[in-house]
């Protein structure tokens, strides 16, 4: 093969992972919005996503399903970025960031709730879970953009924390 062939390629199959990456919240959206409608009673507005995915959950294939599709692309992504830039140390790190995110989405879709926060059998338990998860989830984003943490519930055992 000449390497202008090679190029030719080399460009192809970047550019078909830059439409890979690009599909996959597509995806998952498209799959977030059919496990709704296949979940009877769920409300987005009173339940998580991850809900839809839960042992509990009638259909849980579907949003499985679209968290792993989105990991694929997001994978693919990584690999046409790390394709398509210069190669360098700086140039590196980007597409690896990426591609810890796509594996970080595979985990996220295959370690699955046990059960929806709204039914009763779990809402007790879960509860207390979930506002710690929520406390995290605000902890993160503060120290993200530099504010400091927010202080963390005191009534919450350390386990939760």
Not at 16 to 26: I, K
Not at 41 to 59: T, V
Not at 60 to 88: D, E, K, N, Y
Request: glycine content about 10%; aromatic content about 4%; hydrophobic content about 45%.
């Amino acid at each position: 093969m000449t390497p202008a062939g090679r190029t030719g390629r080399h460009e192809r199959v970047s550019r078909l992972c830059g439409y890979l990456g690009a599909a996959g919240p597509l995806a998952f959206a498209i799959a977030s919005l059919t496990a709704t409608a296949a979940q009877r009673g769920y409300n987005p507005w009173r339940e998580d996503i991850s809900a839809l995915a839960a042992l509990d959950a009638q259909e849980p294939w579907i949003m499985i399903t679209g968290f792993l599709v989105f990991s694929s692309c997001t994978i693919a992504l990584a690999v046409g970025l790390r394709r398509a830039i210069q190669h360098s140390q700086a140039a590196t790190a980007g597409p690896i960031m990426i591609l810890l995110v796509g594996l970080g989405i595979a985990a996220l879709g295959l370690m699955r709730n046990d059960c929806s926060t709204e039914l009763a059998t779990c809402a007790a338990r879960g509860d207390r879970g979930h506002l710690a998860h929520m406390q995290l989830a605000v902890r993160g984003q503060a120290e993200h953009i530099g504010e400091g943490a927010p202080a963390v519930d005191p009534e919450l055992p350390p386990s939760t924390v």
